[in-house]
Structure formats: C-alpha cells, structure tokens
C-alpha cells in the first residue's frame, strides 16, 4: 500500500500542507513578538485575556496593530481597538 501512487500522492499533499503551515505560524510569529514586547515595554504586564486574544489575529491585522498601537496612551486604548469576543447567549 506504502508503495501505491495513490498513497504516495496523498502523503506528499500531507506533507506540502504542513510545511505551507508550518511557514505561515512562523511568518506570524516575528511580527507577534515584536509587538508583544513593545506591548509590554509600553504598559507593563498585558492581562493573559489580551494577550491570547492579540495572538489570535491574522497577519494583516497585526500588521495594523503594529501601527496603531503608537496613537495607544493606555491598555484601555488597546482593550478598546482589539475586536470584542462573541458572547454566547
């Protein structure tokens, strides 16, 4: 089975997908960290709520985190930026 063409094709389309995945965490990580880290430099210790919320975002909205985040006098300016979770009712 190992050796069928059918296997071997699925394999490698496994293994494509995750190497495109694998490079996708890792172009989001430098950007996360970065911002992460002025973050904090800029307000101390960010609640881990946040936190996991901003490592939620896609890279475009980080990217546009990144800007923003130089007009932030307050966490409060960034709890108020970072889009609000869905309450279930």
Do not use: C, W
């Not at 430098?30 to 609640?47: D, K, M, N, S, V």
Request: overall charge negative; charged content about 25%; hydrophobic content about 35%.
């Amino acid at each position: 089975m190992q050796e069928s063409v059918i296997y071997q094709d699925i394999l490698q389309k496994g293994l494509q997908q995750g190497l495109q995945q694998g490079e996708e965490r890792g172009k989001k990580q430098e950007p996360l960290q970065l911002i992460l880290r002025q973050l904090t430099r800029r307000f101390g210790a960010i609640e881990p709520e946040i936190e996991q919320q901003i490592r939620t975002l896609s890279i475009a909205q980080l990217e546009e985190l990144a800007e923003a985040l130089l007009d932030f006098s307050s966490q409060s300016d960034l709890v108020n930026y970072l889009p609000q979770p869905h309450q279930e009712d």
